[in-house]
């Protein structure tokens, strides 16, 4: 497992949790260990990439480190640009589903993608991967 690897963990971790104590909750991200030790330093090395990016704080009490969430995950942004021929890619697979599903609501502005039309091409893929589908290339 990567340092990468773990912050998805503790991505995953904090969804529904609001700190995460290093003695306490390793177990809970790390399932299986072979070198604790080892897995240890990337559980820290993970929890020290988040407190750089201002996701948690920690706090020594009584010996332990604990890391607390600054704010709800679900509140924090991203600012990404997109250039044209991946806009319009976006724009496809969704609008292409919108078609097969009968279903125009949620189709995409190639010039105005938003946060929504990310989500729903995450939506699509989850499906696709938990139906074992495998995408076609789209030209």
């Not at 201002?54 to 480190?65: D, L, Q, R, S, Y």
């Amino acid at each position: 497992m990567t340092v990468l690897d773990t912050c998805v963990e503790l991505y995953k971790w904090f969804q529904n949790h609001d700190s995460l104590s290093v003695k306490k909750n390793f177990k809970d991200i790390f399932l299986i260990s072979e070198d604790e030790t080892t897995d240890k330093a990337k559980l820290i090395a993970g929890l020290k990439k988040l407190q750089e990016q201002k996701i948690i704080t920690e706090v020594i009490v009584g010996g332990e480190n604990i890391f607390i969430l600054n704010q709800k995950l679900e509140s924090l942004n991203q600012d990404i640009t997109i250039d044209r021929n991946t806009a319009l890619k976006i724009a496809q697979v969704i609008n292409n589903f919108c078609d097969n599903i009968d279903d125009h609501v949620d189709v995409a502005d190639p010039s105005n993608i938003r946060p929504k039309d990310i989500l729903h091409i995450t939506l699509i893929l989850e499906a696709m991967q938990k139906d074992g589908i495998t995408p076609k290339k789209i030209d």
